[in-house]
């Protein structure tokens, strides 16, 4: 039996312990989430930006190799692969980036055939935009648009290369893609 002076704690002051212990957890949590969700998109970024460095190489080395086999350097400032009409920096489908294209990075080549975008949305898409060299190169959510300037004087023509990447990151709402995007100039070198 209890002493006259003590007291044990009274169903309310349970209650409340236990709400603010609740409260406390599901804010941890919280915290705890979204530091998970910025570093996976940081690498995320990382990969694209490294995605996209490797298509910029890829076209500096075709303009490198214009002198001596200029076959790759036609093919990409040729009129067949001229910029895409639409704007949009983010496809619905991958058929909305005609005139579009993405370089093979292992052989600076520029990847051809009918079906070399692949959706995000397909199943067994990577998580990030990226271009997937096993077996025949397929590009998910990157790829090149050009743009030309023609000779002015003693300027040489040049070409403008965006290299746009889209995806749909992890933790990010569905319909808010994440997109990165760079410019390189080279100029004709004959």
């Known amino acids: 039996m209890l002493g006259s002076g003590s007291r044990g704690d009274t169903l309310i002051e349970v209650l409340l312990a236990v709400t603010i212990f609740s409260m406390l957890a599901v804010g941890v949590i919280t915290v705890m989430n979204q530091g998970t969700h910025a570093a996976q998109r940081a690498l995320e970024i990382t990969l694209v930006r490294q995605q996209i460095d490797a298509q910029a190489e890829a076209l500096r080395a075709a303009q490198q190799t214009a002198v001596t086999d200029p076959t790759v350097w036609n093919d990409i400032t040729g009129s067949t692969t001229s910029v895409r009409s639409n ?17 093979n990075a292992r052989n600076a080549t520029r990847v051809t055939g009918a079906n070399w975008l692949k959706s995000l949305n397909a199943a067994g898409a990577p998580v990030y935009a990226q271009v997937d060299y096993t077996g025949t190169p397929q590009s998910y959510g990157i790829w090149i648009e050009r743009t030309a300037y023609p000779a002015a004087g003693t300027t040489p023509a040049a070409f403008d290369f965006r290299i746009r990447a889209c995806w749909f990151g992890i933790g990010m709402p569905a319909d ?4 990165l995007e760079t410019i390189v100039r080279l100029y004709d070198p004959a």
């Open 176 to 179: 808010t893609p994440m997109r």
């Open 87 to 103: 704007s949009d920096p983010c496809p619905a489908q991958p058929t909305d980036v005609s005139g579009a294209f993405v370089m």
